[in-house]
């Protein structure tokens, strides 16, 4: 009886460390960041308030005839799209043990194939949409396995391999847009034909043009099926065993090798996904031997969200805000944007520690 409290006691101070962790991250980055405005002398409570109004959450004083705090919150959702697929990915990886730093180049990969095979292309786009997306899964999933398969048949560790296949991928897909799909004004990849883009376009009365993300729809239900895998599903409970301890779940039988394959190529799949909402639905070119600096936010925002995929949601939604809104706090207070980046390592910061302080009172109790 005394044993059954204590468990319960145990799993009571576990849920609530999962909502106060993430709490007391956003609230401590945000007094770092009230600090950081006071120093450089700016009004820190207007300047944080321009963030959301960049991201279409605040009402900006004055829009463009085409732009309203509507158009600027579609754009943010855009842009929130990939952010949250790229947490995703890296959820999984951690979930079973494996660090999947490669977001970045998976995202390029898919973004890259997706471009040049039906983002030139005339297909209509109730065909391109579903191969865009396609492709982001399979490219995705086959860098993501590869990666996996080094580390199980030759001891690769999966942060040296993802890394040194960031730095191939955007030297390869570099030379190859330079070369044959460069645009010799902007000299970035030529612009990607409407008809394949990830977006529903819509014009109102008033004459506002929306741009709703395709991403959006597929993100939020790869959350609900990620998690639904891993807490449901057998394939699922193995990644959580092997990433739990790796021994024990070769003595009880499970077949780590696929296991870790299996791992990563559904990390890298989601990974595949976020670089194809990205590049063909926030986006519509590539910069030559330009990796994708969400890949790596997406480790804060998977940390965050406490490796769980639903609330991932809401730790994406929140990064997000820095990342869309820094644009039009920079122009608002004159601070420059990079301060976005800061947060976000902030963030990082504070939720790495905050796993460490959860793991290690788990270890003691």
Request: aromatic share 10%; glycine share 10%; hydrophobic share 50%.
């Amino acid at each position: 009886m005394k044993q059954g409290k204590e468990s319960k006691t145990l799993t009571t101070r576990l849920r609530s460390s999962r909502l106060l962790i993430p709490l007391a991250s956003v609230i401590l980055t945000f007094a770092v960041l009230i600090l950081v405005f006071v120093v450089i002398g700016r009004n820190p409570f207007s300047a944080i308030y321009s963030f959301f109004q960049g991201s279409g959450l605040g009402l900006k004083p004055s829009y463009s005839k085409s732009s309203s705090m509507l158009t600027d919150f579609l754009s943010y959702l855009g842009i929130m799209s990939p952010m949250l697929l790229g947490s995703l990915g890296v959820v999984v990886g951690l979930r079973g043990g494996l660090f999947n730093i490669g977001v970045s180049g998976q995202m390029l990969t898919a973004g890259f194939l997706a471009t040049i095979l039906v983002g030139y292309s005339k297909l209509p786009p109730h065909l391109s949409i579903p191969l865009v997306l396609l492709i982001g899964l399979a490219a995705g999933a086959l860098l993501g396995a590869m990666i996996g398969w080094l580390k199980y048949r030759f001891n690769v560790h999966e942060v040296v391999s993802s890394i040194m296949f960031n730095y191939i991928v955007s030297f390869l897909t570099g030379y190859f847009i330079k070369t044959k799909y460069v645009d010799p004004i902007i000299r970035s990849s030529r612009q990607v034909a409407a008809n394949a883009k990830l977006q529903l376009v819509f014009h109102s009365a008033s004459g506002l043009k929306l741009v709703i993300p395709v991403g959006i729809f597929v993100a939020v239900a790869m959350a609900f099926l990620i998690r639904f895998y891993l807490e449901r599903m057998a394939g699922g409970f193995e990644i959580r065993m092997v990433g739990f301890n790796r021994e024990g779940a070769a003595y009880a039988g499970v077949p780590i090798r696929n296991v870790m394959i299996r791992t990563m190529l559904i990390s890298g799949a989601l990974a595949g996904l976020a670089g194809v909402t990205y590049y063909l639905g926030y986006y519509s070119t590539m910069v030559p031997k330009d990796l994708p600096s969400l890949g790596y936010d997406a480790i804060a925002v998977a940390l965050l969200g406490n490796l769980g995929p639903v609330s991932c949601i809401l730790s994406s939604a929140l990064i997000t805000i820095f990342q869309k809104g820094a644009v039009y706090m920079s122009s608002a207070t004159g601070v420059v944007r990079e301060i976005a980046s800061l947060v976000t390592g902030i963030l990082l910061l504070f939720s790495s520690l905050g796993v460490s302080m959860r793991e290690r009172s788990r270890h003691y109790d």
